[in-house]
């Protein structure tokens, strides 16, 4: 029983700026890795950034200098600041968290949200 539920996502001008948090909740005992990944009509879902429970980070080079992903443990949240956006950024962004339940606590298992669409338009 937990669920990441994203929000932020819409419609901005190339150059903009967009911020997307994934908030999670249930019945959460520790969770590790988070990240955000994306998907464009005809292309395969691929991966954006990850954040660790500790704080280092990996980013796609495409988007490298441009985009920062961020974390607050203390709100079970993940965030992705989005800037100088390009219209090839234009997608479905899903979060994804590494999850250890409390019924099941040795094992953590990935989750993910519903997606938020992105669309950098003039």
């Known amino acids: 029983q937990v669920q990441l539920v994203e929000s932020g996502g819409g419609l901005v001008q190339p150059g903009g700026s967009l911020r997307l948090s994934c908030a999670a909740s249930g019945s959460i005992f520790s969770i590790y890795t988070m990240g955000w990944y994306r998907q464009a009509p005809g292309k395969q879902r691929e991966l954006v950034a990850t954040?660790?429970?500790?704080?280092?980070?990996n980013y796609a080079d495409s988007v490298k200098g441009r985009f920062t992903i961020s974390r607050d443990n203390a709100k079970n949240t993940v965030h992705l600041q989005m800037n100088s956006l390009k219209p090839e950024d234009t997608a479905v962004y899903y979060c994804n968290a590494h999850i250890a339940s409390l019924r099941s606590r040795t094992t953590a298992y990935p989750y993910w949200g519903q997606g938020t669409q992105v669309t950098v338009s003039s």
């Open positions: 954040i660790t429970s500790i704080g280092s980070t």
